[in-house]
């Protein structure tokens, strides 16, 4: 055996005995994607996919997002695997963006709403994943308070991951998450004035 073959057998007996390690550790993550970048919904939805090809329960609550405002990808993609069996429940209760809806008492009974239903998901013990998407804008605009937020998510039972999504996370958040994720804008097309796009946007 050469050298070379040799330090990759080492790093291969090293990463399995770490593996091994850590063995029996599972347990329910909190995971956060933010940043400017492009990205983070994306990631969430990933998670989402690899859960329902495991036959293991999802909800998804959409915070911002409004079923009128546009065909949103991912609620039609989920809409259509509930149709064909797939254990999973996508709430779209958003009024849309602030400057569009321009009022703030609406917006703000409407991501309580939401928060509701994400926290039934959250204790439900038969959920594997739910995935809070934009919740972190609804933060940033005081519609929800961060500390009831920051209780419900630690709240989860142990089988339960939690995923937020969002531009301006707050820090309590980080700083309680299991994983973070932060999206960096390097370039966008959107900055060549090239709009918004079916099947990349939404």
């Avoid at 934009?134 to 339960?160: D, F, M, N, W």
């Amino acid at each position: 055996m050469d050298r070379e073959s040799e330090q990759l057998q080492k790093i291969k007996l090293a990463k399995a005995k770490a593996s091994q390690i850590r063995q029996g550790n599972e347990k329910g993550l909190y995971m956060l994607f933010t940043g400017l970048g492009k990205g983070k919904t994306s990631g969430a939805m990933n998670m989402v996919y690899r859960h329902l090809a495991h036959d293991l329960k999802v909800v998804v609550v959409q915070f911002v997002k409004n079923s009128d405002a546009y065909p949103d990808g991912d609620r039609l993609m989920l809409t259509k695997l509930k149709t064909l069996g797939f254990p999973v429940e996508i709430y779209t209760l958003g009024g849309g963006f602030t400057w569009e809806t321009q009022n703030p008492d609406q917006d703000r009974a409407m991501s309580a709403s939401a928060w509701q239903t994400a926290l039934n998901a959250i204790v439900d013990p038969e959920i594997s994943l739910v995935v809070l998407d934009e919740l972190h804008i609804a933060l940033k605009y005081q519609q929800l308070e961060v500390e009831t937020v920051l209780v419900g998510i630690q709240s989860r039972p142990s089988h339960c991951h939690v995923v937020s999504t969002g531009r301006y996370a707050p820090i309590a958040l980080i700083e309680a998450a299991d994983l973070v994720s932060e999206l960096t804008l390097v370039k966008h097309h959107v900055s060549q004035k090239i709009p918004a796009q079916l099947g990349i946007e939404f």
